[in-house]
């Protein structure tokens, strides 16, 4: 008999909407978004600028709330920001006065973590980012790749539920952001952590995803999900070449090619 894998929600989304108030009146963010993430899955988010992608992780986050609809972990409404849910944005969120560990220390501080556990978990996740031989340094004294494994090390030291990630590569050079794509997938392998990420790169989402959501042009809503299993080739021997097989240039071109044709319907609507 096959072996049934269990399945367990983490995050649910159901019928969202979300319009932000603003001078010129209401503007809709979200139209009517379903998701459900599950535990384990790497979610990669794609779609035109503009298209509320930092929307939905910000409902995800506890940032905001939706305007209709629901947003829960597990059984519980999300109503605020947790440590259960992480978020690592695309500028590196460090105290300028703290060194490395102290910033990575301080969320499990405000926890009241016991100074032993605490210092044995800072350790362990410096040391996963690789930064162990950089805990007494100030931010200012790091790369901006290391910057962000830092960022990353103090989401990561709370051990959420789940980890959300704005563009967190953007701001970084060809080569460093491939290290941290590698990191992430190393990371996310070792863990088996939930991840959700908003990316403009189709690459670096096919790279990473077991799930690509591709979103549509203002309001956002999920067009298109494509299930993928790359990143399960790339952590292996196989590393690029799963990058050069028909079926990820057949599922880039595709993913392109409805982004290109959301974008045409906001430069049309623009003129
Ligand atoms: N606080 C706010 N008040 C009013 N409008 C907002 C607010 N935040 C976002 N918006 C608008 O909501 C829409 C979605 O924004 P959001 O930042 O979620 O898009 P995005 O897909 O993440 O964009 P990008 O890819 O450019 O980062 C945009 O039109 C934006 O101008």
Same mark, same amino acid.
């Given at each position: 008999m096959a072996s049934e894998i269990k399945r367990e929600t983490v995050v649910s989304i159901k019928n969202a909407y979300l319009r932000y108030a603003s001078e010129k009146g209401?503007?809709?963010a979200l139209e009517n978004v379903n998701l459900e993430i599950e535990k384990g899955e790497f979610i990669c988010v794609l779609g035109p600028s503009g298209c509320g992608k930092s929307?939905?992780?910000?409902?995800i986050?506890?940032?905001?709330?939706?305007?209709?609809?629901?947003?829960?972990?597990? $059984?519980?409404?999300?109503?605020g920001p947790s440590a259960d849910r992480g978020v690592v944005f695309q500028t590196p969120t460090l105290y300028p006065w703290l060194n490395i560990y102290q910033n990575v220390e301080y969320g499990p501080k405000m926890r009241k973590v016991p100074k032993d556990?605490?210092?044995?978990?800072?350790?362990?996740?410096?040391?996963?980012?690789?930064?162990?031989?950089?805990?007494?340094?100030?931010p200012y004294e790091l790369s901006?790749?290391?910057?962000? =494994?830092?960022?990353?090390a103090r989401v990561l030291v709370n051990q959420p539920k789940m980890i959300l990630m704005?563009?967190?590569?953007?701001?970084? $050079?060809?080569? /460093? =952001?491939?290290?941290?794509?590698?990191?992430?997938?190393?990371?996310w392998n070792k863990t088996g952590n939930t991840i959700?990420?908003?990316?403009?790169?189709?690459?670096?989402?096919?790279?990473?995803?077991?799930?690509?959501?591709?979103?549509?042009? =203002?309001?956002? =809503?999920?067009?298109?999900?494509?299930?993928t299993d790359f990143t399960y $080739?790339?952590?292996?021997?196989?590393?690029?070449?799963?990058?050069? /097989?028909?079926?990820?240039?057949?599922?880039?071109?595709?993913?392109?090619?409805?982004?290109? /044709?959301?974008?045409?319907?906001?430069?049309? $609507?623009?003129?």
């Amino acid at each position: 008999m096959a072996s049934e894998i269990k399945r367990e929600t983490v995050v649910s989304i159901k019928n969202a909407y979300l319009r932000y108030a603003s001078e010129k009146g209401s503007v809709t963010a979200l139209e009517n978004v379903n998701l459900e993430i599950e535990k384990g899955e790497f979610i990669c988010v794609l779609g035109p600028s503009g298209c509320g992608k930092s929307t939905l992780l910000k409902i995800i986050a506890g940032f905001h709330q939706p305007t209709e609809g629901t947003a829960m972990m597990g $059984d519980t409404p999300i109503t605020g920001p947790s440590a259960d849910r992480g978020v690592v944005f695309q500028t590196p969120t460090l105290y300028p006065w703290l060194n490395i560990y102290q910033n990575v220390e301080y969320g499990p501080k405000m926890r009241k973590v016991p100074k032993d556990e605490r210092e044995a978990d800072v350790k362990k996740y410096l040391e996963l980012v690789g930064l162990k031989d950089f805990a007494k340094q100030k931010p200012y004294e790091l790369s901006g790749g290391m910057k962000q =494994r830092a960022s990353l090390a103090r989401v990561l030291v709370n051990q959420p539920k789940m980890i959300l990630m704005d563009e967190p590569f953007g701001a970084l $050079d060809a080569l /460093t =952001r491939q290290n941290m794509q590698t990191l992430i997938r190393e990371i996310w392998n070792k863990t088996g952590n939930t991840i959700f990420l908003i990316t403009h790169d189709v690459d670096e989402a096919l790279a990473l995803a077991t799930r690509v959501i591709v979103m549509s042009s =203002r309001p956002g =809503r999920i067009v298109k999900e494509f299930h993928t299993d790359f990143t399960y $080739d790339i952590v292996g021997t196989n590393q690029e070449s799963a990058k050069y /097989t028909q079926e990820y240039m057949h599922i880039r071109e595709e993913i392109l090619s409805i982004i290109n /044709t959301q974008n045409a319907a906001l430069t049309a $609507d623009a003129i």
